[in-house]
Structure formats: C-alpha cells, structure tokens
C-alpha cells in the first residue's frame, strides 16, 4: 500500500533536525532507518503530517569507549554493531541481540535509536538495554539530557518519554567490569521474525564470585519491553550457582505477561521465558568467568 | 504534500524527476521509470522480492522512499548485463536452475550480489544467512545456494573484463 500524504525534510545537521521537530510537534516524525515507519505508514497506521529524514547525519554513527562509558550514535546501523570487533569481543550480548534482528538486508539500514524510539515490546534492544542499564542521551532545543533505561518506556505499547522536539542522539552502556558478562537469546518461528520470546541476562560478580550486579529483559511477552526487577533481586548477592539460575528463572517466568497469538499460547511462552532465562545467565555466567 | 525534485545515478545512468514525499523507491523505480526488474512480492517489507543497492549497500526498496534516494547511486537487475553478457550470477541461477516462476530472482541475485562484495568466499551457511531476507515459494533455496556458489567461485576467478565500475560497489 502507498502512504498517506505527508511532508518530507532532510536535516543535515542535530541542530536542524530538533529545530525541525520543535517546529512542527507531534505532528512530524523522525525517520531513521525507516524499518518499522515505512511499514505504519504504508499500512496508514502511522499519518505524520512531516516527516525529519535523519539518515545523512553521520556524526550520529559511531560506537567508542570513552571515560567507562560505550557511546554509540543512534543512528548506529544494526550491521555494523554486528560486525564491530570492539562489540564482538567487549559486549557480546550486543552482537547477540543485533544479529537476530530481522535479516540481513534490513539490518543494513535498521538503527538502534530507531529500534529503541519505536518502543515495539518485539524489538530485541530495549530487553538488552534494560539488561545492561543504559542510559539514552535525549537532544533537544535546551540542550541534552540523560534518560536512564527504565525511564524510557512507558505503561503502553510503542511510547516512550522522549518530547516531541526531542532526539535520541546516543545509548550509553557502562564498560565491562573486569568478571561481568551477558548474553541475549531469542526463540524465533522462523528466521527474521520478531521473538516468540527473547531474554536477556547481565551481571557482574566480585572477586568471591557474588552478584553484585544483576540485568534481566525480556522481549515480546507483554505489552512493552519487561525487566524482571524480582529475578534480578534473587540474583543478587548469590554465587550465581544452578539452584539460584532455576529459581531466577521461574521467577522471571512469572514476570512475564504474555498473551496468546499467531507465535504461540501464553503458557509456551512463559515456559520459554524460564527455559531461555536459565540458558542466558549460564552463557553470562561462563561469559563472566571467562568462557565464551 | 511536498514534491521533491530528485536525480539519482542508476546502472551508471542518470535519472531525474519528481516525486511526492510518499512515494515508495520501489514504486518510483517500475511506475516512473519502466524498471520492472525490481518486484514487489509483499505489503510487509519482508519478502525481499524489491531488493537493490543503494551506494552498495542491499535494501529493500518498498521500505525506503524515493525521496531518500535523492543523490545516490542504485543498482537494480537490470544493471548486472553488461554489453550483453550476463553476470556470473545470472549464469549461475541459469546454469544451476535456481529458479522456477522467477518471481524472487532479482531481489535474490542482488541479496547475493551484496554478500559476495562483503564476503567473496561464503560458506553455505553464510550464503543461507545472507539471503534469509529473501523468500523463495518455489525452489526450496539448494539450486540458489548452488548458483551463488558458482558466481562466487567464478567473480574469484581473474577477470578478463572486471565487474564495472559505479555499480554500487565500496560502499558510501
Ligand atoms: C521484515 C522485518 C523484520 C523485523 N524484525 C525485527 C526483529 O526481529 N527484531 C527487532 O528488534 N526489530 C525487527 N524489525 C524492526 C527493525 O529493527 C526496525 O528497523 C527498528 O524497529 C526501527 O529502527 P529504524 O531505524 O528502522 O527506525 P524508523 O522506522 O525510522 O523509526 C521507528 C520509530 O522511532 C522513531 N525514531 C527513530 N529514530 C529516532 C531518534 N534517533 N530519535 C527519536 N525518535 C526516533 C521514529 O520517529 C519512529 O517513530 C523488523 C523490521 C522488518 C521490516
Ligand atoms: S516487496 Fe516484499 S520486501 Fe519489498
Ligand atoms: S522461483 Fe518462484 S519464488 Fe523463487
């Protein structure tokens, strides 16, 4: 189907884009790589009266270290998260997450600010992220501010607490500590589909090998991206030994809030979220302790 | 609605003209400038059937606007024949039969045609990866994997005459 009509400017610069979307409110729309816009437009789901085309600003591609701190541009496209040695070898549950999204021709334009902004509980990143505890750099009129993960979605399905005039211009990720590892795992019907369910697990131990640190995030079992704040509670302070992984697990099952759908009943899939949370912290575990 | 003015290199050629903001690249490919190489198999970005390079890079062209297109350099299907000759991958699905109706073939051979400037050597799994974006209804994909195999093999060869230049190669 053909979109319905709408206005279209490129912005060639940050500046231009928020003074763009300052200019219009919540009648314009970013259009990053376009992977999940297009679609609602094409389906007249979506109808932007403008749309800020972002995609020549390649000051926002970009993945580095800095002070701690894993910088990457929202306009970060999934192929080349996949492809950074820096990712494969520092944050591996990053390559994870991007290599199962879609396939590899949409990968090729699909960014990770526009997998975030778009706030899809399908999405893979946003379990990931809450996993890690990210922290997004919101760019508007008056500036940046930072928005910690968990702040970033809301109570509904495909909304987040970025303004209208605002930008996601950068996802933060703290550096690994020196016994911390991650994993994300996704259970698809076939291949490029979105998650029957997808967990992620991060944690950090101490040197005594307790948890000092523990991330879990799971994708497409409820109506936004989830963090089972009670399964990271169990983990916490634990050894992180087989017994505590299971009742972690069985724990974030029952975080879950999926409905029956095309990809399955409610009962599999919260079955696949304690079979994928246990396999996720073992990988992050051996990850942790040195392992692959 | 606004109308854009766009000039766009495709197959080493240069094409102009006007388009609405929504108009899809795909459709502006086919409709506007009689491309029908390029399909359109689905509603959903998923079937990979409109597949082109864009500066290189393969993307489906219903998910993209031809608005974005604005400057860049495509290459679609028809731009693989050179003088009259077929690229290797179009031999290599004639030679090999990896195709039936046809319909997926130029989304496919430009999937392909993507993985084998970014990996010259695939392995058969990276070639099923590669083209995992692409459906097939017919062939059941061993006479795809086989032909890519064979273009790969043969764009390894020396060549007499190289793959030309602006054909979207290297990247942006
Ligand atoms: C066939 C197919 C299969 C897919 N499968 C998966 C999958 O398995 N897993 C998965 O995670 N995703 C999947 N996707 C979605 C894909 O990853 C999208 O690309 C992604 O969700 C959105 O990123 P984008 O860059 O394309 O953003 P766009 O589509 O351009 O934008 C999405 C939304 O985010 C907003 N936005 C984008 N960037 C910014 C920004 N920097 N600041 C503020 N707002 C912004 C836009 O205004 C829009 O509302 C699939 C898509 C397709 C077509
Ligand atoms: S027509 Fe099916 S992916 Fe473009
Ligand atoms: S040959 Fe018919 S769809 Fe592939």
Sequence with gaps: MIPGPFDYQVASSVAEAIALLDQHGADAKVLAGGHSLIPLLRFRLASPAVLVDINRLRDLEYMQEADGTLHIGALTREVDLEASDLIRRRYPILADTARVIADPVVRNWATIGGNLAHADPANDHPATMLALGAQLVATGPTGQRLIPIEQFFTDSSFETTLQPNELLTEIRIPAPAERSGGAYLKLERKVGDYAIAGVAAYVVLDGAGHVTYAGIGLTNVGPTPIKARAAEQLLRGSTLDDAVIAQAARQAAAEAQPVSDLRGPADYKRAMVETLTMRALRQARSRATGGA | ?172
Aim: charged share 20%.
């Design chain 2, 1 to 172: 609605m606004s109308i854009h003015h766009i000039r766009v290199t495709i197959n080493g050629k240069l094409y102009e003209g006007d388009v609405e903001a929504r108009t899809l690249l795909v459709h502006w490919l086919r409709d506007s400038l009689r491309l029908t190489g390029t399909h359109i198999g689905c509603d959903t970005s998923s079937c990979g059937a409109c597949t082109i390079l864009v500066d290189g890079k393969a993307v489906k062209s219903c998910t993209m606007l031809a608005v974005q297109a604005d400057g860049r350099e495509l290459l679609t299907v028809e731009g693989l024949e050179q003088n009259g000759k077929l690229h290797p991958l179009q031999e290599g699905f004639h030679v090999e039969h990896a195709l039936q109706c046809g319909y997926c073939t130029p989304g496919m051979m430009m999937a392909a045609l993507a993985l084998l400037k970014r990996n010259p050597d695939p392995s058969e799994q990276e070639i099923r990866e590669g083209i995992s974006g692409n459906l097939c209804r017919c062939t059941g994909y061993v006479n795809i994997v086989k032909a890519i195999q064979y273009a790969a093999q043969k764009l390894r060869e020396p060549q007499p005459e190289q793959v030309p230049a602006g054909s979207g190669g290297g990247g942006e």
